[in-house]
């Protein structure tokens, strides 16, 4: 999918940044040599306290990280080994008062790591992340901290707190009673050897998927292979394969995804199956950065886990504080959308095959020829190509008078770009965001070229959490991977990289708005089902009709989108919706099914795993593919998605129900807005996740909106 939300290690409750509150333990004389000479040992004097990264080196990560982690140990140790009897204030307030250092270095590391990645930062990656888990075992596997924990909360309902601390202490009692606070001594410590290795093998697989990305390009040879590609586009090739000394070449490089933007335009058929096989086997070539043992290990590494905090999967152990709940449940909210979007799905690929016979092609389509027919399908259903709609979508007039127009139309926000903040690459650019009442309140970073180091997909995540017990405010970052253009081009997109900009901008708001006491409940710190529901709602504002003439102006000459091509993309939008839902539950089944394993199951041989999974659950339509694949599902073994990919789908029912709200009460207005960031996006986690919705909606939600909005039969 387009978002990716980037999870760090340490988990919400180190997301905490502001002044020590213990104090630090007496450094050696080698100890100060460091500490003065690294950034991260002291409190950034910028705007909002956000890191310098002119002043940050590689080699500051590694010391500022352990030391971070050895300063938290202490901290819990302190904690739990207080004599004082347990309240509130003694045992979870100070509790997420701890890791500061640690979180401080952690939030920049995560957000270079993934977005300007090298191989220093990835070892760190590597070495430091079974280091992390242990530190998160020592939280949450401390007998003595969780009898804290537990004696507040079965005397919760005498302790007269508050809403948002009673919901602190629930979360807190179900994350340690989830992590295993309950088991044997002996079974805690073969939980954290499972942890660790574990953590291990998912950075481990992060660097290896990286690497396969990168070394996966497709490099051409001869022009003519390129034929279709806009002369633009070519130049970009060029330019990469320049990059690694390959002049007279050109280099495709590879997004995450199974499918590639260039297999819409490329009509050289053998140069689209050459690029859809480099994708489709990227991490399957037996060399070092194949990863089919490691996610072997890994889905092992957790169905063990689960076992030993007694449930039969670790899907069933990880959706329990999820809204689905069971995975029963996410197969039976499946069961209502996987036929209706195959059988779509297949009435589209005759729609297709029938082009490719006219054009007497010759052959049955396969998955390298949908993107490139279903254009020309589209183009003469709609009579919509591209090439006419892209120069209308250049990514700084979308971003400025789009991305930010909406939030200001919606939440009265206003953006002054800001240069005397350092940046870590030279494409980012920051933010300063004003609300409502004109105050400034947090910082906006973006960063929307692809790179050959920076991960695939798009996400969002902090570089500062808000929390009023800790004083900080919200610096929030967005992260795509669009083709970066030729030296004096303009940056056109497509209209599926808008909507991926109005996505992660989505994630931004719920982080911009967060308004907690405590930064483990902040912002987008919620269920998995959940945090998608405010990025896809976002989404909707790219075409609505105020947004879309507001930003979508030809970039020679400044012309507003004509309505006859609006009303083209408003057509169009409804095509290949059984495709695009097709490939999107393939890849949730799959992450399913590689989650519903047991303990005692084997797997073999993981494409052969992947093929018959896929089968068991109806999708045996070979011209439609999963979106990811099992090697290079980087959601589902790297970045806290594992059994909770349905999470896209799940939040698709919730923000097309939202969306059908505001339709029904006037669309894009500032008192819509106001309702829905008091109900939604200001709310983090501090009310179940039912009653929320419930509150903002009026009951709970429905599914039609969805299946509707996906041409799906309504039941």
Not at 91 to 112: C, D, I, M, P
Not at 446 to 470: E, I, V
Not at 629 to 639: D, M, V
Request: proline content about 4%.
């Amino acid at each position: 999918m387009k978002y990716l939300l980037k999870i760090t290690l340490v988990l919400c409750m180190t997301a905490a940044l502001s002044s020590f509150q213990n104090g630090n333990p007496k450094p050696s004389a080698n100890k100060n040599k460091v500490a003065s000479t690294n950034p991260f040992f002291k409190l950034s004097k910028l705007p909002y306290g956000v890191p310098d990264f002119s002043k940050i080196n590689d080699s500051d990560y590694r010391p500022a990280l352990e030391a971070g982690i050895k300063q938290q140990l202490s901290e819990i140790k302190q904690i739990a080994n207080s004599s004082a009897a347990p309240t509130f204030a003694n045992t979870l307030v100070a509790l997420e008062k701890t890791g500061q250092l640690l979180t401080r270095v952690n939030n920049a590391f995560s957000l270079v790591s993934g977005a300007n990645t090298n191989p220093t930062l990835q070892q760190l990656q590597e070495d430091i992340a079974p280091k992390l888990t242990a530190l998160n075992d020592a939280l949450y596997l401390n007998t003595k901290l969780f009898k804290k924990v537990e004696t507040l909360h079965k005397n919760k309902a005498t302790v007269g707190l508050d809403k948002e601390s009673a919901r602190l202490l629930d979360y807190y009692y179900q994350q340690f009673i989830k992590a295993g606070a309950q088991l044997s001594e002996a079974d805690k410590s073969t939980l954290k050897k499972l942890n660790e290795e574990e953590a291990s093998l998912e950075a481990k697989y992060g660097n290896q998927l990286l690497a396969a990305a990168k070394a996966g390009g497709l490099v051409v040879s001869d022009s003519s292979e390129l034929a279709g590609l806009s002369a633009a586009t070519k130049e970009a090739y060029a330019q990469s394969a320049k990059a690694k000394n390959l002049d007279g070449k050109w280099i495709i490089s590879l997004k995450n995804t199974t499918q590639q933007p260039p297999l819409s335009s490329l009509s050289n058929r053998a140069t689209r199956q050459k690029l859809f096989e480099a994708s489709w086997t990227r991490a399957e070539k037996g060399d070092s950065n194949d990863t089919r043992a490691t996610i072997t290990r890994i889905a092992i590494l957790r169905a063990q886990k689960a076992k030993l905090l007694g449930f039969k999967s670790y899907a069933a152990w990880n959706l329990q504080d999820q809204m689905a709940e069971t995975p029963e449940a996410v197969e039976a909210f499946f069961a209502k959308l996987v036929p209706s979007a195959i059988g779509k799905a297949k009435e589209e690929a005759k729609d297709i095959q029938a082009l490719i016979n006219k054009q007497n092609g010759g052959f049955e389509l396969q998955p390298w020829d949908w993107d490139y027919y279903s254009e020309q399908v589209r183009k003469e259903k709609y009579n919509l190509d591209e090439s006419e709609i892209t120069p209308y979508f250049e990514l700084d007039k979308v971003l400025e008078k789009g991305v930010f127009y909406a939030a200001n139309q919606l939440y009265g926000l206003t953006f002054k770009e800001r240069h005397d903040i350092p940046i870590y690459q030279s494409d980012v650019r920051v933010f300063e965001v004003y609300d409502k009442d004109g105050k400034p309140f947090a910082l906006f970073y973006c960063d929307y070229f692809k790179r050959d180091n920076k991960n695939g997909g798009a996400w969002m995540s902090n570089l500062m959490g808000q929390s009023t017990l800790l004083g900080t405010k919200p610096v929030i970052y967005n992260i795509c991977n669009f083709t970066k253009p030729a030296a004096g081009q303009p940056a056109l997109i497509s209209f599926d990289d808008v909507t991926t900009m109005f996505h992660e901008f989505g994630h931004g708001l719920h982080g911009l708005f967060a308004s907690q006491q405590y930064p483990t409940l902040s912002g987008t710190s919620v269920a998995r089902d959940y945090v998608e529901f405010p990025s896809q709602f976002n989404e909707h504002w790219a075409l609505y009709p105020k947004v879309l003439k507001h930003y979508a102006l030809h970039y020679k000459t400044g012309e507003p989108i004509p309505q006859t091509l609006i009303d083209k993309i408003k057509k169009a939008n409804s095509f290949n919706k059984g495709y695009s839902q097709t490939e999107v539950l393939a890849a949730a089944t799959l992450d399913l099914k590689w989650h519903n394993l047991t303990a005692t199951d084997e797997i073999k041989d993981v494409d052969e795993f992947e093929k018959n999974a896929l089968q068991s659950a109806g999708f045996d339509f070979a011209p439609v593919p999963s979106r990811y694949r099992s090697t290079y599902f980087l959601h589902i073994w790297g970045n806290g998605y594992a059994a909770g990919y349905y999470a896209y789908e799940w939040t698709k029912m919730l923000e097309e129900d939202a969306f059908s709200w505001f339709q029904e009460h006037g669309g894009l207005t500032r008192t819509n807005g106001q309702y829905f960031r008091d109900r939604i996006l200001s709310k983090g986690n501090t009310e179940d996740y039912n009653t929320m919705f419930k509150a903002f909606r009026g009951r709970k939600p429905d599914i039609k909106p969805m299946e509707r909005d996906l041409g799906l039969p309504i039941k």
